[in-house]
């Protein structure tokens, strides 16, 4: 007999602190919805649920207002990344090319 409840958690970390939260849904609740009822957007104030990129066990979900949630899942809310790391792996190639030739003229 299916139950009319899901038990999921929902995470967050910043930076200097993190938290989960332990929910009780209804059967059918989307990871949105889980999301915006963790309440984590009282503890963090940067945090904007209703925007924010989710995923459920470190994998990104397309589209979270329509992805149904399973018993047991966690889902995570992903913060913006400060910088695209292929740009900061350019950047890092390219000084250690600039260091190379530096000490090739040496």
């Avoid at 990871?31 to 945090?47: C, I, M, N, Y």
């Avoid at 889902?75 to 350019?90: F, H, Q, S």
Wanted: aromatic share 4%; net charge neutral; glycine share 6%.
């Amino acid at each position: 007999m299916a139950s009319n409840q899901l038990s999921v958690e929902v995470v967050f970390a910043a930076p200097n602190r993190q938290m989960l939260i332990s929910l009780q849904l209804p059967a059918g609740a989307t990871v949105r919805e889980a999301a915006l009822q963790s309440g984590l957007q009282a503890h963090f104030a940067e945090l904007d649920l209703a925007g924010a990129p989710l995923g459920i066990f470190g994998k990104i979900v397309a589209s979270p207002e329509t992805q149904r949630l399973e018993e047991g899942d966690r889902v995570e809310i992903y913060r913006p990344l400060l910088a695209d790391p292929k740009e900061v792996r350019k950047r890092r190639a390219a000084q250690a090319a600039e260091r190379a030739r530096n000490a090739d003229q040496r």
